[in-house]
């Protein structure tokens, strides 16, 4: 934080106003404020996101502090006003976060291979790679053998190129970069003709992203407890507290 950022906003006229120092005083956007004025209105006063946890550990004294992955940052920056101002600091623990998943959507993971890291992307990025999973064994292995040959033909004509003339290497690059391209091409045109024909794994990417990562969120930020609850029963909570690991602050795929 520079020297002339405050810690509050003033509240005025239903808005924030952010306040600056500048030699003493706090500047508005249209205004100059003496410290002084600013203690006469000190109920007036909001606290920022650094101070904000400071203020509310001062009323409401904490023992602990359990939060995500941003709240805990805003804490840790906070740690210089704890200190100046209340002398302490609360424990800082990580909030648990899960993905839920229900036997289906577990059995086409293991189906197409896909670790859990693999949902967390755009739908279409999660067809293709069910896509290339499906790609028969031997028709895999000639792509791959295909590119190998072309990468290991370029190679030892790059040798030779800059041996006779260093400016060619230059014009084999481009060249290279091309047919590199167009080799990916066709096994990603053949990795998508194949989800085609599979209209099953077309369903299962999209019923697996709509379920682990909705409209490009964690499933925890835009889905309630409820539904699932509704689902799966009331002891889904007890589940789910049991799986809480409080040495590994991780995100955790549970299968329900």
């Given amino acids: 934080m520079d020297k002339q950022t405050s810690l509050v906003f003033l509240l005025q006229d239903g808005g924030r106003m952010a306040l600056r120092r500048a030699n003493g005083d706090f500047v508005a956007p249209h205004r100059k404020f003496s410290a002084a004025e600013l203690a006469g209105r000190a109920a007036e006063l909001s606290p920022n996101a650094l101070l904000r946890p400071v203020i509310q550990d001062y009323l409401l004294p904490t023992a602990a502090y359990i939060g995500g992955p941003a709240e805990l940052a805003y804490l840790a920056q906070s740690g210089p006003i704890y200190d100046a101002l209340l002398g302490r600091r609360p424990a800082a623990c990580a909030r648990a976060g899960f993905t839920l998943l229900d036997e289906r959507s577990h059995k086409r993971m293991t189906r197409y291979c896909l670790k859990p890291t693999d949902l967390f992307t755009r739908e279409q990025a999660l067809r ?37 003339d260093i400016t060619l290497a230059g014009a084999l690059e481009t060249s290279r970069r091309k047919i590199e391209y167009q080799v990916g091409k066709i096994s990603k045109k053949t990795a998508a003709q194949i989800l085609v024909r599979d209209e099953q794994a077309t369903n299962d990417a999209r019923s697996l ?48």
């Fill in 128 to 164: 293709d790679t069910i896509a290339a999973r499906l790609v028969p064994e031997r028709l895999g292995e000639r792509l791959e053998e295909t590119r190998k040959t072309f990468s290991s033909a370029l190679d030892a004509l790059d040798s030779e190129l800059r041996q006779f």
């Fill in 209 to 256: 992203s709509g379920l682990v990562y909705p409209e490009k969120h964690l499933q925890e930020r835009l889905y309630s407890i409820v539904p699932f609850i509704a689902k799966f029963g009331p002891g889904l909570v007890d589940e789910l507290y049991k799986a809480v690991r409080i040495d590994c602050p991780d995100h955790q795929f549970v299968v329900v």
